[in-house]
């Protein structure tokens, strides 16, 4: 299984967006795909259309990675109800917040890696993260192959990007950086042009092509259907730019 933690330092940046967008492209292609929810909103639990109820959460499993729990906390997404294990979501849960702290111990920040190991009968994990670099965040890095870091084009964004590529970069093993992807995009926007244009100065082919800001992305979550279900060409061609992402996520070093 190869996992992906996707990060942001930053809140506001539809972190949680690229990760349904890519357990979309990889349901598209037949991957079998686990997303684990570690951020306390627990979105990417809801936009995963998961209705099931189980006994526990992923704050019971950092709590207590044994085999049982992790199992008994994944549930099948609603996107393919008639593919069992094809999709299915680790449930994120508000308790996870009390993990949360920016000095969680060693030990601690491998109970992620352990569950994993434990429930490793899938293709991908994708690992969707709260916007901060503390306990969850890091959990997620210990457990993960690969980080994505999700950005916007803003003005704080390069601060938030180098920080956590610093950070990242630090660890020991580090993970592969798959690349730092700018979401919601407005071309036509001289300010994010710009900074746009800033990051790539500073971190070069790290910077991946930007998702451009779309409606397809609020009305696949508000179906409660996957991207690649939509028609329509800007949906599409969404679509597509995830797949590619995807396959950067996928591929051998």
């Given at each position: 299984?190869?996992?992906?933690?996707?990060?942001?330092?930053?809140?506001?940046?539809?972190?949680?967006?690229?990760?349904?967008?890519?357990?979309?492209?990889?349901?598209?292609?037949?991957?079998?795909?686990?997303?684990?929810?570690?951020?306390?909103?627990?979105?990417?639990?809801?936009?995963?259309?998961?209705?099931?109820?189980?006994?526990?959460?992923?704050?019971?499993?950092?709590?207590?990675?044994?085999?049982?729990?992790?199992?008994?906390?994944?549930?099948?997404?609603?996107?393919?109800?008639?593919?069992?294990?094809?999709?299915?979501?680790?449930?994120?849960?508000?308790?996870?917040?009390?993990?949360?702290?920016?000095?969680?111990?060693?030990?601690?920040?491998?109970?992620?890696?352990?569950?994993?190991?434990?429930?490793?009968?899938?293709?991908?994990?994708?690992?969707?993260?709260?916007?901060?670099?503390?306990?969850?965040?890091?959990?997620?890095?210990?457990?993960?192959?690969?980080?994505?870091?999700?950005?916007?084009?803003?003005?704080?964004?390069?601060?938030?990007?180098?920080?956590?590529?610093?950070?990242?970069?630090?660890?020991?093993?580090?993970?592969?950086?798959?690349?730092?992807?700018?979401?919601?995009?407005?071309?036509r926007s001289?300010?994010?042009?710009?900074?746009?244009?800033?990051?790539?100065?500073?971190?070069?082919?790290?910077?991946?092509?930007?998702?451009?800001d779309r409606?397809?992305?609020?009305?696949?979550?508000?179906?409660?259907?996957?991207?690649?279900?939509?028609?329509?060409?800007?949906?599409?061609?969404?679509a597509l730019?995830?797949?590619?992402?995807?396959?950067?996520?996928?591929?051998?070093?």
């Amino acid at each position: 299984m190869i996992s992906l933690a996707v990060c942001s330092a930053k809140g506001g940046v539809g972190k949680t967006s690229v990760v349904l967008g890519l357990a979309s492209a990889a349901l598209q292609r037949g991957t079998s795909t686990l997303v684990v929810d570690l951020d306390p909103q627990a979105d990417a639990t809801s936009g995963l259309d998961v209705s099931a109820q189980r006994p526990h959460d992923v704050a019971a499993v950092l709590r207590d990675p044994r085999r049982r729990v992790a199992e008994e906390a994944v549930a099948p997404s609603g996107w393919v109800s008639d593919h069992p294990g094809l999709l299915d979501v680790l449930t994120g849960s508000a308790e996870s917040a009390g993990l949360d702290g920016p000095d969680a111990d060693a030990e601690a920040l491998k109970s992620l890696r352990r569950a994993l190991r434990k429930v490793d009968d899938h293709d991908l994990a994708l690992l969707d993260t709260p916007p901060s670099l503390n306990g969850l965040t890091r959990s997620a890095w210990r457990a993960a192959d690969a980080v994505l870091v999700v950005s916007d084009a803003s003005r704080f964004s390069v601060a938030a990007v180098d920080r956590t590529l610093r950070e990242v970069r630090a660890l020991r093993p580090a993970p592969r950086v798959v690349g730092v992807l700018v979401n919601r995009f407005t071309q036509r926007s001289g300010e994010q042009r710009f900074r746009y244009e800033e990051l790539r100065s500073l971190f070069g082919d790290l910077v991946l092509e930007p998702l451009p800001d779309r409606a397809a992305v609020p009305q696949s979550q508000g179906a409660g259907l996957p991207l690649h279900a939509l028609r329509a060409r800007t949906a599409k061609t969404l679509a597509l730019q995830f797949d590619a992402v995807l396959d950067r996520v996928l591929e051998k070093d």
